[in-house]
């Protein structure tokens, strides 16, 4: 009974859209858990200082995570565990787990030895706070966690694999789960700590959710001696994804140790507006991404129009849902954020200005989904250098243009025209938005280079990308000034007293905005509309055929 429970659990998802949306639908399962954890955060801690210490703590331990765990990560390990034995399989593995077991946690032990240095290194306004000993110990606390994920990427190699996408997406909801449990319960008795116990309990369920996959597949993974001719190869390959990675971790920490120099809460609301920008992100470019790099590893080098036209289709499906999304984000931003994090301990002030941040954060969406995705396509197509080099390129570019916004705001006061154009000239701490406008930029600036760096591997793909983006900025255009037309007709007849009012609001108005867009769409006969519309169709049949009648027996006379 538990192993039918499983299969049905774990059954494979067939096709590029049919997988992209049940990756979406669980996404948003696992996203809603974490808009919960962070209004969590925002009604205990609001925008301050103990939440600034939470998010900073987190940095370093991300940089491990990007830099080690990812040496043996999914990326890696999927196409060469695509089509071999249950064995072989098995044996590659455990010893990339070994590996990453004995390596990463030996660099582990050394970082949490010398953590209280490189903290106040980065951040030397918290070096005389009263509770620094236990932003320190959190931060040695987190160092579990990136060898815990890893460990969940080396196993979940064979949930992607087997296509088991329904599982593959449980594993935040998890960790999202851990993360609450430890805020709500652990940290009244425990202080910051008790919610670095949250997350290491989060982590390990990350990890658990991939043992059905396994027992499933029946690929044992054992700990071993790790073997210098089997790690040195995969290390090798993975070499250039980890220092991509690690570019992409090394600007976060640089842009969160520059707002740590800021007024106080700019870490914490520079950090919960990306977290609400991560959900559409989430749903959409990582959705395509998960679901299409299993396609673009099989046809890499093998069927070239293939691989353009999955990852063709793929980027299409990111570039006209991530502007309809931002179409919405703009106009909704203040009722977003209100709903969510305006609540408790989290003001006015901080409501407005991470509105901002939102805002600006929310116009790179289009160019982060590609990011994913495109890194993926290099990848698939062994040219791995390529990915770190734009990364390093991006992360030089975001930091000099994040410089140089501070150096105009005491020259030429950028940042307060910045603040005037997002209406939030009155509250304190708006040199933050130069910091999201500068990581913005650089999400342009890299996506930008790694479609020219795609230009021979799939010809025409740029081409073909320019039909959803002409139909995804009129259907945003559409959809935003409608939902600003219904916010405005409301906002007449009933005060924003109440945040159930403001839901309401806000929700009526981006029913009206996704129904604008999907009518906007279908006169323009864009061809993704007809996917998604067709692909949701097949999926919904899928999980939930329909019953057949009984047919009466021969005995039983039929009651009319």
């Given at each position: 009974m538990v192993r039918k429970l499983l299969e049905r659990i774990a059954a494979p998802v067939r096709g590029l859209h049919q997988a992209a949306y049940l990756l979406a639908a669980l996404t948003l399962a696992s996203q809603a858990l974490a808009l919960l954890r962070d209004r969590t955060f925002?009604?205990?801690?609001?925008?301050?200082?103990?939440?600034?210490?939470?998010?900073?703590?987190?940095?370093?331990?991300?940089?491990?995570?990007?830099?080690?765990?990812?040496?043996?990560?999914?990326y890696i390990l999927i196409p060469r565990i695509t089509g071999v034995s249950r064995e072989e399989a098995g044996a590659l593995l455990s010893q990339a787990a070994s590996f990453l077991l004995v390596a990463?946690?030996?660099?582990?032990?050394?970082?949490a030895v010398f953590m209280p240095h490189i903290l106040f290194a980065l951040y030397p306004g918290f070096a005389n706070a009263p509770d620094a000993s236990s932003f320190v110990f959190l931060a040695r606390l987190l160092l579990i966690q990136p060898i815990l994920l890893g460990l969940s990427g080396v196993l979940g190699s064979v949930t992607q694999v087997e296509r088991q996408f329904f599982l593959f997406s449980l594993a935040p909801v998890f960790y999202n789960l851990g993360i609450i449990f430890g805020t709500v319960t652990l940290y009244p008795f425990f202080g910051l700590p008790g919610i670095g116990y949250g997350v290491i309990l989060g982590a390990f369920g990350y990890v658990l959710t991939n043992v059905p996959s396994l027992s499933l597949a029946k690929v044992k993974v054992r700990l071993v001696v790790p073997r210098l001719s089997t790690i040195i190869p995969l290390v090798k390959d993975?070499?250039?994804?980890?220092?991509?990675?690690?570019?992409?971790?090394?600007?976060?920490?640089?842009?969160?140790?520059?707002?740590?120099?800021?007024?106080?809460?700019?870490?914490?609301?520079?950090?919960?507006?990306?977290?609400?920008?991560?959900?559409?992100?989430?749903?959409?470019?990582?959705?395509?991404?998960v679901a299409a790099f299993p396609a673009l590893s099989k046809h890499a080098g093998e069927d070239r129009d293939a691989f353009t036209r999955v990852l063709s289709g793929s980027a299409r499906h990111i570039i006209l849902w991530s502007l309809v999304f931002l179409g919405l984000i703009v106009v909704l931003r203040a009722y977003?954020?209100?709903?969510?994090?305006?609540?408790?301990?989290?003001?006015?002030?901080?409501?407005?200005?991470?509105?901002?941040?939102?805002?600006?954060?929310?116009?790179?969406?289009?160019?982060?989904?590609?990011?994913?995705?495109?890194?993926?396509?290099?990848?698939?197509?062994?040219?791995?250098?390529?990915p770190f080099l734009y990364q390093l390129a991006g992360a030089l570019f975001t930091a000099a243009v994040a410089l140089m916004f501070v150096w105009m705001n005491s020259h030429t006061g950028f940042t307060a025209w910045l603040a005037g154009t997002f209406r939030v000239a009155d509250v304190q701490g708006t040199l933050v938005l130069s910091l999201a406008l500068a990581a913005t930029l650089g999400e342009f600036f890299l996506a930008s280079w790694s479609l020219i760096a795609l230009k021979r591997e799939a010809p025409g793909l740029a081409r073909s990308l320019w039909r959803p983006l002409r139909d995804g900025v009129l259907a945003a255009f559409v959809a935003g000034g409608l939902a600003y037309a219904v916010l405005a007709g409301l906002g007449s007849i009933e005060a924003l007293t109440r945040t159930a009012i403001v839901f309401y609001h806000g929700f009526l108005a981006g029913i009206v905005g996704i129904v604008a867009a999907a009518v906007t769409l279908y006169g323009l006969k864009n061809p993704e509309f007809a996917d998604i519309v067709a692909a949701l169709t097949r999926l919904i049949h899928a999980r939930f055929p329909r019953a057949s009648l009984l047919e009466p027996s021969a005995d039983e006379p039929t009651q009319l």
């Open positions: 925002a009604h205990l801690f609001g925008a301050g200082h103990t939440l600034d210490l939470y998010y900073a703590a987190f940095r370093v331990p991300d940089l491990v995570f990007a830099l080690v765990s990812s040496l043996v990560s999914a990463g946690g030996a660099l582990c032990l050394v970082l993975s070499v250039p994804r980890s220092l991509a990675l690690g570019m992409d971790s090394f600007t976060l920490l640089f842009l969160t140790a520059l707002a740590a120099r800021l007024a106080a809460g700019s870490v914490s609301v520079f950090t919960l507006a990306g977290n609400l920008e991560n959900v559409p992100l989430s749903l959409i470019g990582g959705s395509y991404a977003i954020v209100r709903v969510i994090l305006g609540t408790g301990a989290f003001d006015w002030g901080a409501t407005r200005l991470t509105a901002a941040l939102l805002a600006i954060i929310a116009v790179g969406l289009v160019a982060q989904g590609l990011v994913l995705l495109f890194s993926r396509a290099l990848y698939a197509v062994k040219q791995s250098w390529r």
